[in-house]
């Protein structure tokens, strides 16, 4: 009885495994903006000039495309400084071209972790797409080995359901373009962004991010690969509800390590040249009109002396 | 280690392919050897912990037994006080000793507190001891084992494996239900043997836990929460939506764990009791209590209500008692002031329903009883009054469940269209910052629906029954629907069981 109990136990798994593995495989080839991303630097390896580094507001923000050197824009949303050095470390030896790299801090990246994170999700990803292993020690966590599971249960419908790709229209140099929302509450909207990152932000992750901005610098210096630091611009009603304190915690390490390094640094937080409708949510994220019009400030501003 | 784990989907099949394979001395062991892993898979150095109640309690059984005269009552208060202390020092030490020096610093007596016994309590509390995983479960079905061999109801536990076991036993080790002696020791002496029957029926009732845990309780968890961290960026709709959907998280989660504990010893033969009955469909407050987390509000029952003199004295008395049985019931939960309001809340819930049921009685309106649409109106005034309670509950503090029912009831500011336009309004919305939509919500809300069906349906209409006696193709294809459903629509970020904290 046991044996047939078995038996019949066996083929009920196997029924449902079979299936679940191949849509597990599927998604291994979905058009995600870390595939994406990836497939610019490999594809492009020998020409890359330019890498973008950071997170959603250098994604959105940085038109790569849009740039008159080959370029590649590797910033993503909630992307850590951590995962910044480890994609510039796994990286910057295939790229012989390479000749700047432009790392965006924000206002919260400083103080901010995406393992320890609401979006710690992400970390399967750069596991799957770059082996790059995350700081936590989950060796039997399941989404570091199915897509399924490390996909969002939504993600994963709009996939079967409608074959929606999991990510929003990338181009093919990594660049995310935001067309506006639609336009309610605007006065606030920077108001509650900047409270929910103030929010995330911890000081107690400050040392490891500096310890990598640290690591990342060294990393491209020993290369002689130019680096920049900039901060996005983002609305009036965001940068006058972040925290003070903490914007000036991370103003003051990013200039002591502007000059411990000797490179650049721009801050265009509170850009007077961007004003409220420039940005797809009416908060920290330029749409695609201006990101264009932020890229070609870049390129006059460094991006031109540093690569002729 | 969590039921919904990785660890658990290797753990489980290993340690019940062994236990079945081996003999029945073997098995004593290798359950006692997997519990222990299955613990220590959270905080090592606490499995001590048990391991010295579990030697206290073996010897106090026997003692107790064995005395005669006052000396069994001896026996009996020692295993008590070495339980209760064990439980105080983890649980409530950092909550009496903030509240001794609030007292006699407000009273202006601190000297009744020497110097060194200051020293020594703050060094204490600056050791940041964290709490033993569900320490109040282990040490309440300890008590009722010495205190049942103290009553003669059962004779002790003469093979100290097998006490261990009675503990120990994985699958309700960190969150109950809170066994029996005379229920739990027994089955652990008898042979279990292979029943392809009961072993499907384990593993449908783990499905369904699992299903509650992920898909409802997870679910709803990733709306609750950032409302219920800060209730106070929050209107009043919000918090009563929130309010709402905490009261199915709550049941999803632990009646969830239940059913996964339950499921996993019926697999190897051991039948747990049963926790949770429809609690929401409950018509008066005392029919909650009979069906909501029924082994521990049976545990107070029976070691504590009935002796303090039940319902068998006088009225004030009876007042008293009930009081005090609720208040202590709601500190078990944590040692904070909201649990023990929430305790006592139930109990003057209870108070007034014998009022309210006396006027009732007077106005000859009992008659009424029976009528369904009574019988729905008391349901819903019963599930609101149990949803005002969890406000408590859930609360991170005393103060933001003060502040919450002051949002919703003195300063209410209902925005209705924030109801209609929950979801589609884009991220001006506080609650959307979180990256909830309404499909997701509307998810939540079907797999509410599908809870509150399937388990009414199974309750009270043997939906159990027409499902078992149904093919094996119509059957393999709801367990599939279910697996689907659970793998598509869950919530993966792995949130603790909330019963863990206790």
Redo the contacts between chains.
Sequence with gaps: ??K??FIKGFI?II??LIP?YFIDNSFANLPSSYKIKKDCLENNNSQVEVIVMGNSHANNGIATSSLSEISCNMANSSQGIYYDYQLVTKYIDHLPNLKLIIAELSYFSLETDLDSG?EN?RRYFYKKYFDITDTLNTP????KYSF??AY???E??NY?LFVIPAMGPIDKTGWYPLTK??A??IE??GK??AE?HT?LMNPKYIEKNKIYLDKLIETAEARNIKVVLITAPVTKSYWQNVDPKKYKTMIDIIQTISKKYEVPYYNYFKDSRFVTEDFA?YSDHLDSKNALRFTNILQQDFINKNIK | MLFNSVQFFIFFPIVTFLYFVSSQKVRTFILIIASCLFYIMFIPKYLLVILLLVVIDYWAGLFIFNAKNNKRKYFLIISIVTNLSILCFFKYFDFLSINLFKVTDYLHVTYLIPSYLRQLIVSIENQNILLPLGISFHTFQSMSYTIEVYRKRIKPEKNIFIYALYVLFYPQLVAGPIERPYNLLPQLHKKQTFDSERITSGLRLMLWGFFKKMVVADRLAALVNPIYNVPSKFDSTTLVIATYFFAFQIYADFSGYTDIARGAARVMGFKLMLNFNLPYIATSIKDFWKRWHISLSTWFRDYLYIPLGGSKVARWKWLIIVMIVFSLSGLWHGSSGKYLIWGAYNGLLILLSVLVGKFIDLIKLRILANNWYIKIIQIIIIFNLVSLGWIFFRARTLFDAVLIIKKIFIHPEFNFDRIIHFSTIPSSSPILNFGIDSLEILISLIAIIILITVETLVYRFGLRKMFTERSLLFRWAVYYAIILFIIFFAAYESYQFIYFQF
């Design positions: 009885m046991i047939k109990y009920f029924i449902i679940l609401q999700f039997l966590d399941i989404r399924i599971a969002t249960p939504r994963i419908r079967l929302g639609p309610i509450k606030v909207m509650y962004r929910y929010g949510d």
